[in-house]
Nanobody, 132 residues
Framework: EVQLQASGGGLVQDGGSLRLSCAAS????????MCWFRQAPGKVREGVAC???????????YYADSVKGRFTISSDYAKNTMHLQMNSLKPEDTAVYYC??????????????????????WGQGTQVTVSS
């Protein structure tokens, strides 16, 4: 059974930093894509960042325009763990952050990565709150 466990959320001031982690277990395949989505109150869930292979050193990364240059997605291939380093946080980054995974991913979808319906596995959310 595939399980995703997200952690690292919290309360931070405008301009601060947080590091989210998503630990995966139960994977049957080596070449999985893992991504972060977020959902703010009253808004639809949106893609934040994605890495199209957690087991390959040449995995491509993808970012929403709103977080480019501030957030960095990475993975520890040996531990099946994905991280999201979030710097220069803004109040508009406040949301519940979810990690998602799929045994296909953008590598197979022509680079498309941000549609949440495409991902089969989801972790529980972790709250990120940025105060102004």
């Amino acid at each position: 059974e595939v399980q995703l466990q997200a952690s690292g959320g919290g309360l931070v001031q405008d301009g601060g930093s947080l590091r989210l982690s998503c630990a995966a277990s139960g994977f049957r395949y080596d070449d999985w894509a893992m991504c972060w989505f977020r959902q703010a109150p009253g808004k639809v869930r949106e893609g934040v960042a994605c890495i199209d292979s957690i087991s390959r050193s040449d995995g491509n990364t993808y970012y929403a325009d709103s977080v480019k240059g501030r957030f960095t997605i990475s993975s520890d291939y040996a531990k099946n763990t994905m991280h999201l380093q979030m710097n220069s946080l803004k109040p508009e980054d406040t949301a519940v952050y979810y990690c998602a995974a799929d045994d296909y991913g953008p590598r197979y979808w022509g680079g498309k990565w941000s549609r949440d319906l495409d991902y089969d596995y989801w972790g529980q959310g972790t709250q990120v709150t940025v105060s102004s």
